[in-house]
């Protein structure tokens, strides 16, 4: 069975440190993709990454970056600087090979402080 | 503007009216869903629909009914609803068994129940 837990419900840190959201999952398929959705106060999910089962590698765009680590079943997101505009809920999310559902985590409420 | 939008933003009504809420995509995607989310708990898939067709159908209670006329427009009824079915109810679409960019989602409707 798929599960996407995120242990961190609500995190609250002041502009510009760093801040990492954790993602732990847990599928039984070989090949599987992982997501993180933002969703602002304005209610929309937006997609941030997807990434596969076989591509470890990790990513940086600007000021985000994703750690992928197979061996912990862990697909944590790092905020770099950040900014009071990246306040919202963040969602780390599975999807099995060959299926058009995506499971969700329960989201991180993240607060940043001016 | 995602490409999927969802009408109307906010809904209230009595538990004995009968409303639809609409979405419409404007991607070209060939499947669609509807999410609920509600306060403290996790997205819950409710329907997919793929090609038309419905596939998945999570053991929603009967007094959500989908709709789905063609690829692009997907609806849900709602008739003789409960207060605990207030929620955030989220659209989205995307290339159904694929994935590539995940889902697309639209704004939501916050629906109350009174």
């Known amino acids: 069975a798929q599960k996407v837990t995120q242990a961190q419900t609500e995190i609250s840190v002041v502009e510009k440190e760093d801040v990492t959201l954790d993602c732990v999952y847990e599928?039984?398929?070989?090949?599987?993709?992982l997501f993180w959705y933002k969703q602002p106060p304005s209610g929309e999910l937006v997609f941030l990454i997807r990434?596969?089962?076989?591509?470890?590698q990790n990513e940086i765009s600007g000021r985000y970056s994703w750690n992928f680590q197979k061996s912990t079943s862990s697909f944590n997101f790092t905020i770099t600087a950040s900014q009071v505009v990246d306040s919202a809920v963040y969602f780390c999310?599975?999807?099995?090979?060959?299926?058009?559902?995506?499971?969700f985590g329960k989201g991180t409420r993240l607060h940043i402080l001016p | 503007e995602t490409g999927v939008t969802q009408t109307p933003r906010h809904l209230v009504m009595g538990m004995t009216n009968k409303k639809s809420l609409k979405c419409e995509q404007h991607?070209?995607?060939?499947?669609m869903y509807w999410y609920k989310q509600s306060a403290k708990k996790p997205l819950e898939l409710m329907f997919v629909?793929?090609?038309?067709?419905?596939?998945e159908n999570n053991s929603v209670p009967s007094r959500f009914s989908p709709e789905c006329p063609n690829s692009s427009h997907l609806f849900l009824h709602l008739h003789t609803l409960q207060p605990e079915d207030s929620a955030l109810y989220l659209c989205?679409?995307?290339?159904?068994?694929?994935?590539?960019?995940?889902?697309?989602f639209g704004s939501g409707t916050r629906l109350t129940v009174v």
């Open positions: 989205a679409s995307s290339q159904a068994l694929t994935l590539t960019d995940g889902y697309t």
């Open positions: 599928t039984r398929d070989t090949t599987y993709y």
């Open positions: 990434r596969n089962s076989f591509d470890e």
């Open positions: 999310a599975l999807s099995e090979a060959g299926d058009d559902k995506i499971i």
């Open positions: 991607l070209g995607h060939n499947a």
């Open positions: 629909y793929n090609f038309k067709e419905q596939t």
